[in-house]
């Protein structure tokens, strides 16, 4: 239940095109979807995020799609760089009484290469 | 400028050692937490503290002794090294009511 589920383990994009990675969870309980994007030696940098109560939330080219009833969400990425190329970790937590701030449940990682 | 920051941010040291490691942020956030990353990249929380109060222990071996002398810093004390704690460990910090989180740039820390 507290899992997050991630794919694909790695992805291979050509400069300029699409990338896409999913991420499914279980627990309903969960309200904040944050994407990390993590470069070699470096530590998680917080990219975007969204809540449960919108379906789509965008960034640049960074686009976050979250589809509540299939208890998916998922990161676009458009006109991908090889700047790009990094580790991106979907992640979830959810609220505490009290505003307590939470831990994050982290995807295994999607190890991004985008080709020139 | 530094928001979270580590040290050191290599590590290399025995079995059987004693090591910590050190967190400071500079974000006014009041709470501050342990990750672990294994060899497969896999992230996975230890602790988080909270106004140097202890919120989250994730099960952690009583080798591993957080400490926060202040909410702008979280030390990660280690005791009797063993060769499965080799990982990259990361500090992060956030506010209290925000679930963003903010990462340090880890410290990678290898038992021989």
């Known amino acids: 239940q507290q899992q997050v589920k991630q794919s694909p383990q790695s992805l291979i994009v050509q400069k300029g095109g699409i990338s896409i990675i999913n991420c499914a969870y279980e627990?309903?309980?969960?309200?904040?979807f944050p994407w990390y994007q993590q470069f070699p030696g470096k530590g998680p940098a917080l990219l975007i995020a969204i809540r449960p109560d919108v379906s789509e939330k965008k960034e640049g080219r960074f686009t976050i799609s979250f589809n509540k009833s299939a208890k998916q969400f998922s990161l676009h990425i458009m006109d991908s760089q090889p700047g790009d190329s990094a580790t991106y970790f979907c992640?979830?937590?959810?609220?505490?009484?009290?505003?307590?701030?939470?831990?994050?449940?982290f995807g295994t990682g999607t190890l991004l290469a985008v080709q020139p | 400028d530094t928001a979270v920051s580590q040290t050191p941010k290599y590590l290399v040291t025995q079995m059987g050692n004693d090591k910590s490691i050190k967190c400071e942020q500079n974000l006014g956030h009041d709470t501050m937490y342990w990750y672990k990353q294994d060899s497969k990249k896999f992230l996975k929380i230890m602790f988080s503290?909270?106004?140097?109060?202890?919120?989250i222990n994730e099960t952690v071996p009583n080798r591993f002794s957080p400490k926060s002398p202040d909410k702008a810093h979280l030390n990660l004390h280690i005791n009797s090294l063993e060769l499965g704690d080799s990982a990259v460990y990361f500090c992060a910090s956030s506010q209290w009511n925000n679930n963003e989180q903010f990462f340090g740039p880890g410290t990678r820390l290898t038992v021989l």
């Open positions: 503290y909270n106004n140097k109060e202890l919120i």
């Open positions: 627990n309903t309980a969960f309200d904040y």
């Open positions: 992640a979830a937590s959810m609220s505490l009484g009290g505003g307590a701030t939470n831990k994050l449940i």
